[in-house]
């Protein structure tokens, strides 16, 4: 009897526990990408091999890493959770082949991942995904594997500590002692994740002081319903910035690629004016120069940015399928998507949570602001922006009725904005005619359909979602 069929979606193939994520499929999946590597020019190097906090995450690392052995294939093995940045600049720093990150980043806790990423230690593209999909054997007597003890002793796998090669790239990439020395109180949420503990190990050693909530290793995720750095997940830390008089509230999700932001008042700063500050970040307060990669759904504001600064704003499809490639063809100065990844330039075109969260906090010192005054002074310069998204599950027998719906739609206004156009690079955007937009989108990863919007007026974010949830059919 065949095997369920694997598929990659927005960031990698996720899957509940014990259901259709088993060792076995994990197995089969890790010999199709053996399979792509060897389709490729120069796959001499290793392969990293990472893994999170979640249920049996280390086992199944284990045994992706016992499929590369069986094939010829050198596994790097981390010797601990590993954030996801961490995991991708291994690649490069010891000139690996590609990397296996066993997460499943925000899911929820029943759920585990398989992501992979390539030589720059970035993500793969929908091309490569393919190809890899292809591979992927049906029967797992088609699966070559060595055992785990055999493999470690014809060195075929080996452990290994990525801390420090990354944290001398972070120390190449800004200067830490400011930071250090700024005297801030840092509130720290990795979620139960791999972030956990990385900010108190960067930041010790001067006044500034940084605590840690949700830093034990628990795969149940309690207090929040996924390790996302979204509201109402983030609730807790944000209650937590009064009780400890903090100066900002950094949170990672559960592999530490995403950055969450709230403020010295315990206001949630969106994703979309988080990456609108770090490219302002970058523009004005680092004077660099360089194109910016975004997704198709986040903020306009970077359009805006682009053309006061001079520099070139290319829009991509969502996830950093499309991200990573973009940012290696056009030498991006970064690239980012709406779910709070973002990635920078001379570092990997990966998402990385810890350094974003760096730059932040380099940025509050720099221009001598806390978090809502620099939101203050970003919306001086572009005007003020909204935004809002609403997840909803979809029915188990599919979701045809929906896109159906949305096919058919052509509201001429939408919150009570006029509609000037639609695009559909990736989804239904709605364009309105105050520069905002309404976005409807299948999730590429989970059952969701998401309704997303940006306008520059605060009593209209709740009208167009509603208005895009009836185009969606639910109400």
């Not at 100066?247 to 949630?268: M, S």
């Not at 989804?427 to 590429?444: A, C, N, V």
Request: glycine share 10%.
């Amino acid at each position: 009897m065949g095997s369920s069929r694997i598929v990659f979606g927005t960031d990698g193939w996720r899957g509940r526990i014990a259901d259709d994520y088993t060792f076995e499929s994990v197995q089969r999946c890790t010999q199709g990408f053996v399979a792509y590597l060897k389709s490729l020019d120069d796959a001499s190097g290793p392969v990293i091999v990472g893994y999170d906090r979640r249920f049996a995450s280390e086992d199944f690392a284990i045994a992706a890493s016992e499929v590369l052995a069986g094939n010829g294939i050198q596994a790097l093995l981390t010797d601990a959770p590993t954030p996801t940045p961490v995991i991708s600049y291994s690649v490069v720093a010891n000139q690996g082949t590609a990397a296996i990150n066993i997460t499943a980043s925000h899911n929820p806790p029943g759920d585990n991942g398989y992501k992979v990423r390539d030589r720059y230690g970035g993500a793969i593209d929908p091309k490569g995904l393919k190809a890899i999909e292809a591979a992927i054997p049906e029967h797992i007597e088609d699966v070559r594997s060595m055992p785990f003890d055999q493999a470690l002793s014809k060195n075929m796998i080996e452990r290994f500590d990525p801390i420090p090669d990354y944290l001398t790239q972070i120390n190449r990439l800004i200067d830490l002692d400011p930071l250090r020395k700024a005297g801030l109180t840092v509130l720290v949420d990795p979620m139960w994740g791999n972030g956990a503990g990385w900010f108190p190990r960067i930041l010790a050693g001067g006044s500034t002081r940084v605590i840690e909530i949700h830093s034990d290793h628990n795969p149940l995720f309690p207090n929040m319903r996924r390790p996302e750095p979204i509201p109402p997940n983030i609730d807790a830390g944000l209650q937590a910035i009064q009780e400890h008089q903090a100066d900002v509230l950094l949170t990672n999700d559960g592999d530490a690629d995403r950055i969450g932001l709230g403020d010295e008042h315990g206001q949630f700063v969106d994703q979309l004016r988080v990456y609108a500050l770090l490219a302002y970040y970058m523009l004005e307060v680092r004077k660099l120069r360089g194109p910016i990669v975004k997704t198709f759904s986040t903020t306009s504001m970077l359009f805006q940015l682009g053309e006061m600064y001079d520099v070139p704003v290319y829009e991509t499809g969502v996830g950093f399928k499309y991200v990573a490639p973009k940012m290696l063809e056009v030498d991006a100065m970064m690239g980012g998507e709406e779910s709070g990844g973002y990635a920078f330039q001379n570092h990997v075109p990966e998402r990385d949570g810890i350094l974003a969260g760096l730059y932040l906090l380099d940025m509050m010192i720099q221009l001598k602001r806390k978090p809502s005054e620099l939101v203050e002074l970003l919306f001086e310069k572009v005007g003020p922006h909204y935004y809002h998204r609403i997840d909803t599950p979809l029915p188990t027998d599919g979701s045809e009725t929906n896109r159906a719906s949305i096919e058919q739609a052509n509201p001429s206004k939408i919150g009570g904005l006029r509609v000037t156009g639609i695009d559909k690079l990736d989804g239904y955007k709605f364009l309105l005619e105050d520069g905002g937009w309404l976005l409807i989108r299948f999730s590429g990863t989970e059952p969701l359909v998401r309704a997303y919007c940006e306008t520059t007026q605060a009593d209209r974010v709740q009208p167009i979602l509603r208005d895009g949830l009836r185009i969606i059919g639910i109400q």
